[in-house]
T-cell receptor, first 117, second 111 residues
C-alpha cells in the first residue's frame, strides 16, 4: 500500500546514545518533514526537505540531523539522546505545487514512540 | 511559538449536534489545513484551503478562511461518536515551506 513508513515503532534509548529514525515514502513526494509531538500538544517541526539534497531547519532542530539522498527516504538522526527528546516522532510527505503555493495535504506515517532514560 | 492556535481547547457535544472549532494565526499564509488525530495514531488530512479561497466543503466538513482576521473555522455537521478525536490546524507561511501546527482541539462526541 502506498504511504509513509516509519521504523521502528517503539524505541528506548539511554541518555547519550545515538540512533536513526527511518522514514520512507513511495508516492514520489518532493516534500518530506519530521515532527515531534509531546503529550497533549500539537506537532513541532524539526527539519524538512523540498527535494533530494535539500534540507532546512524547522522550529526545534537542535539535537537532530537529517539528510535527503533520495526522493524516497528522509532519516532523522539523534546525535546524543537526552530525556527531553522523549516524544512521538512523525514523518510526513507531500507534493509541492508548481504555482508557488506551497504544498498539498500531508500524508503522515504512524509514528515512532521514543523514550530516553 | 506556534503559528496556529485552536479554540476551544476541548469540546464535548451530543451525537447529531454540530461542532465548530476555530484557528487563529499570526503571519500571512499560503495555505491552511485541518487534520484529525485519533488517540495514539498518526494525523489524517481533512481539508486544505488556500489563501485566495474563502470556503470549502468536504462531506460533513465546512472550512472557512478569513485572511483579514487571520482566522479559520472548521464545522463538522451532524457529528457522530466516530468523530471523537483531536483536530489540528496547520499553516504554511507565505514564501516558505514550514508547516506549523496548533495545539489542537479535543472533540468528544457522546452517543
Amino acid at each position: 500500500n502506498a504511504g509513509v513508513t516509519q521504523t521502528p515503532k517503539f524505541q528506548v534509548l539511554k541518555t547519550g546514545q545515538s540512533m536513526t529514525l527511518q522514514c520512507a515514502q513511495d508516492m514520489n513526494h518532493e516534500y518530506m518533514s519530521w515532527y515531534r509531538q509531546d503529550p497533549g500538544m500539537g506537532l513541532r517541526l524539526i527539519h524538512y526537505s523540498v527535494g533530494a539534497g535539500i534540507t532546512d531547519q524547522g522550529e526545534v532542530p537542535n539535537g537532530y540531523n537529517v539528510s535527503r539522498s533520495t526522493t524516497e527516504d528522509f532519516p532523522l538522526r539523534l546525535l546524543s539522546a537526552a530525556p527531553s527528546q522523549t516524544s512521538v516522532y512523525f514523518c510526513a510527505s507531500s507534493y509541492v505545487t508548481t504555482s508557488g503555493q506551497g504544498v498539498y495535504g500531508y500524508t503522515f506515517g504512524s509514528g515512532t514512540r521514543l523514550t530516553v532514560v | 511559538s506556534q503559528q496556529g492556535e485552536e479554540d476551544p481547547q476541548a469540546l464535548s457535544i451530543q451525537e447529531g449536534e454540530n461542532a465548530t472549532m476555530n484557528c487563529s494565526y499570526k503571519t500571512s499564509i499560503n495555505n491552511l489545513q485541518w487534520y484529525r488525530q485519533n488517540s495514539g495514531r498518526g494525523l489524517v488530512h481533512l481539508i486544505l484551503i488556500r489563501s485566495n479561497e474563502r470556503e470549502k466543503h468536504s462531506g460533513r466538513l465546512r472550512v472557512t478562511l478569513d485572511t483579514s482576521k487571520k482566522s479559520s473555522s472548521l464545522l463538522i455537521t451532524a457529528s457522530r461518536a466516530a468523530d471523537t478525536a483531536s483536530y489540528f490546524c496547520a499553516t504554511d507561511q507565505t514564501g516558505g515551506f514550514k508547516t506549523i501546527f496548533g495545539a489542537g482541539t479535543r472533540l468528544f462526541v457522546k452517543a
